[in-house]
């Protein structure tokens, strides 16, 4: 369980955030659109130096967002950012990443695991393949990617990772079933079993890797949003109905400085909700 009131207690908000990344490189997986692209701009704002990683590099037809698309935004704010085109679930490209980081900017302090991937289909419908591409991706390329960069942030001193999760993670209801109920509704015909499997996986992983790296002044959080976040994926796999609750990709961005700018002596572990978090913290919405 999440203690919002006693994190705000322990940590605070600095209302003054303009430069609270300032001389610290992140890297932000998924980088080419969506959530990832919206943290990766927000925090170069925040002062940061931004190691962008997607597979998609230039803008395609028929398909929105790009690594260069977001980089044109980052520069044209005065940020500093690098591209790298990578597939992350492969594991010969996995391996160049967190090199190529620290070779062009000599250091990482923050590894924002925001790429996934996801079907929603029938359970009973998911193939050896699915398997593979959703554990991969979600679970496996987080966990080699925090592998690497803690070596790094251990020579510095300190660190922050940030794994990007889903409500999809939580337990659906069980039996007898309420069919008016929607946590019913969504859980029985979206289809989030596989996804919410995986996330599942990494909320458990980020807080064995908090508790395990606690004496080391590394931050280890998940985070994920309240409702839908309408990003270009989400919208291009409608997956949502116009009753759900829907939160935007500044909400998220918000939350995600928050967890990556904290004492990880104080903000560690935590499976955290993006509204409930900034509410604790006295943030607005944004």
């Known amino acids: 369980m999440i203690y919002y009131a006693e994190l705000n207690q322990q940590v605070g908000h600095k209302m003054d955030d303009s430069k609270l990344l300032e001389g610290k490189v992140a890297l932000i997986t998924g980088a080419s659109r969506g959530i990832g692209a919206g943290i990766a701009a927000y ?33 044209e704010s005065g940020g500093d950012c690098l591209c790298i085109r990578a597939n992350l679930a492969d594991p010969t490209d996995r ?15 923050i590894l924002v695991n925001n790429a996934a991937w996801c079907r929603f289909i029938p359970i009973w419908q998911v193939t050896p393949k699915h398997w ?8 496996i390329a987080p966990q080699t990617l925090s592998q690497q960069a803690v070596e790094h942030m251990k020579t510095q ?11 999809t993670s939580d337990m659906p209801p069980s039996a007898p079933y309420d069919s008016d109920s929607r946590a019913v509704q969504f859980n029985r015909d979206g289809h989030p079993t596989l996804y919410g499997t995986t996330k599942a996986a990494l909320e458990r992983l980020s807080a064995g890797w908090a508790v395990e790296l606690s004496p080391d002044n590394i931050a280890i959080n ?23 609750h829907v939160e935007s990709v500044a909400t998220m961005a918000e939350a995600a400085l928050q967890l990556c700018s904290k004492p990880p002596t104080l903000c560690s572990g935590l499976n955290a909700r993006s509204i409930p978090l900034l509410e604790s913290l006295g943030i607005p919405i944004p």
């Open 43 to 75: 925090f170069a704002t925040r002062g940061a130096k931004i190691a962008l990683v997607a597979r998609t590099l230039e803008p395609q037809p028929g398909m929105s967002g790009s690594l260069q698309e977001t980089a044109e935004t980052i520069r």
């Open 95 to 109: 391996a160049r990443i967190i090199p190529a980081v620290i070779d062009h900017f000599g250091r990482l302090d």
């Open 132 to 139: 593979h591409l959703a554990f991969e991706m979600n679970v």
């Open 157 to 167: 001193g300190a660190g922050w990772i940030l794994n990007i999760s889903s409500a």
């Open 222 to 244: 998940s985070l994920a949003p309240v409702g839908v976040v309408l990003s270009e994926g989400a919208m291009a796999l409608n997956n949502y109905s116009d009753d759900d």
